[in-house]
Every structure is written in C-alpha cells, then in structure tokens.
C-alpha cells in the first residue's frame, strides 16, 4: 500500500532530505483553532503532522501533553471530532500526511473497523497505537487490521533485538523510535546512543526510522536528522499552544517556533 506518508519520504530520499514530524494535541485549544495551528504547521514546513487523539487517560505522556489532552476535552474534543477537522483541512487541498496518534480506548468505543474506514475517508494516513501491542490482532479478531491505513509502530530503547526485527517486518509508513525511556516532555539533552539505536533498526527494515520524545530546540534537531529519515518534535510545540492559545495570533507563534526547527533538520 502506498500514501501520502510514503510518497514523502520516497520524495526526501530523493533529495537526500530528513522528515520533520510535528505532533499537536487535536482539538486544543478548540477544534477551530486547532485547524489554525495544523496549518500553520504547513506553512513552516512539516512534512508529516500527528494529531493526538484527546483520551482522558494518557499514560505515556508528559504533563504537558496531558494538559494538552484535558484542554481538548473540556472544549469539547471528540474522536469523530479530531476526523471533522481532518476532512476540513483537505478541502484546503491540502496533501500533508497526517497520522493520528492516539490510544486504543477512543478507537475500541468509536469502533476498530469503522474508525479505519471513516479515517481513511477523511483523509487521515496512519495510525499509531501507544498502548496496541502488534501482536494483539492475532489473539482478538476485531481488532484485525486492514489496510485502509498505515500502522505504525513504536520501538523502544529497551526493545530486545528479536522484538526490534519482528516489529519490523510489520511496520508500515515509518517506525517510531522512542529515544528515551519514561513519558514524553521536552529535555535539556539528547540520549547518548540514538545513533547505534537507529542504525540497529535500519539492519532489519528499510522502512523509514523516525526519532522522538524529548526533541525541543534546532540543535537538538539537526543532531538527530544527522542519524535518522524523520524527527518529531511534539511537546515543545504543545507547549507554545498553551502558552499562546488564548491569543489571536497563534497560528503565528506556532509558525514562528517551528520554522526554525523545520530548517535545522532540512539543513543536514
């Protein structure tokens, strides 16, 4: 299967280029507004946007990403919502890939096979589950996966070797690997041994190996697109959501910080 997501990172293979991933809270601080922020995410250049599904409960996040979650949800953020504002963002024409990452629970209530199909629709690529392991469609029939979108899959530090490679061989889109243990948040400094780690993904696959959690400033970004096909920055741009969502220039702030961190990847 082939999409948006692939056809970027063929694209960038191209050009000798790094992706850069944004990742925002759908829905905070309202849907509207969050619509403004994924397109001011375009416009400095990402390559690939994940929309976090708000879940009331979101275990591998930080405190900035939960509080993302919660102001979602207090205005109103729904699964079924976070797909209006997809369907809205490509009647704009636009071609971004967009992943949704998100945790089962909302995806079990909507429906495993119906939010595949409806998300497809709309015009979402992939998905990431956070607490899905791959192996669960082999035990539970319905939650089968089909091939409408992209699953993406996680890798951690701390993934021995034969799970790296079996992870692998299921991937689709781009595989996400978690540079540091624990929830994410941004951090003053970068893991010592990303470079090892993604080399040793990239011997069982030659799907694309994207690094983040706790990636925040350019040089933290350009040291990391040096080893990897994408970095995610994610919390740092949460955060400027929060500090500005209550102003009308927003879209501006958000633009104006993740610029600089789309140029320092494209820089190497």
Known sequence: MSNRIDQVFSQLRSENKTAFVAY?????????????????????????????????????????????????????????????????LRKTGSETPIVFFTY?????????????QDAAAAGVDGVLFLDLPPEESQWNEELKETDELCHIRLIAPTSPDERIEAIAKTSEGFIYYVCREGVTG????????IDEQVANIQK??????????????????QSVAQSSDGVVVGSAIVRC????????????????????????????
């Open 24 to 88: 925002v809270a759908a829905g905070d601080p309202d849907m509207p507004r969050s619509l403004e922020v994924v397109r001011a995410l375009e416009r400095a250049g990402a390559d690939i946007i994940e929309l976090g599904v708000a879940f009331s409960d979101p275990l591998a996040d930080g405190p900035v990403n939960q509080m993302a979650a919660q102001r979602a949800l207090d205005a109103g953020a729904t699964l079924a919502g976070t797909l209006d504002l997809v369907r809205e």
């Open 241 to 268: 959501v929060e500090q500005y969502g209550e102003q009308a220039d927003l879209a501006e702030q958000v633009e104006a910080l993740v610029k600089p961190l789309v140029d320092a990847v494209k820089s190497v």
């Open 104 to 116: 089962l629970n909302p995806v079990y209530v909507y429906g495993f096979s119906r939010f595949h």
């Open 186 to 193: 941004a951090q003053t400094d970068l893991a010592d041994d």
């Open 204 to 221: 069982h696959t030659e799907i694309p190996v994207v690094v983040g959690f706790g990636i925040s400033t350019p040089d933290q970004a």
